[in-house]
């Protein structure tokens, strides 16, 4: 089981800085260290393991859920957690570039549902919002897909965290 797990675990992180293109089946052999017939064993073909790639992304979307729920506040409690997890965010941005993939839409949608709720809770504490809850979707909806589009390996730090939601709270703040 640990091999399969690596090969997971290394295709994940490839997906989540490369793309697609990153998982090929001999560049992740080479990567592994293991032979290509080793991937086979496990996995009957690239389709398969991408679904195993994402059930794990849902798994490590959970774990991010419930850090969430312990959190008292976006700066430190949840930036440490987004920096933690930067391989799951890259991996989401990933899955919001290829969502016209049905099954990576799909998973997106899922792990969106998952990790925001919890995000949401903190950040309406945080910020002592008073907006509907309409309001506080709509605005997270937004703030979600611009934060997707900005966020690189090289640029995901705890200074560039905090001085988004710091943008991010000045900006919500003004619609109050």
Known sequence: MERKFLWIETGYALFANEGMQALKV???AKKVGISKSSFYHYFADNELFIEELLDYH?????????????????????????????????FNRQLRIQRNNPRFAHTLSLSDQIVGNSFIAIWVKDLGLQLSQKQLEGIFSLALENFYLQISEQNLSTIWLSNYFENLKTIVKSFE
Do not use: C, F, V, Y
């Open 58 to 90: 849902l798994q490590q979307s959970r774990i991010i859920a419930e850090k969430e729920k312990k959190s008292n506040h976006i700066d430190p409690d949840l930036i440490a957690i987004l920096i933690e997890h930067k391989t799951d965010l890259l």
């Open 26 to 28: 001999e560049r992740l």
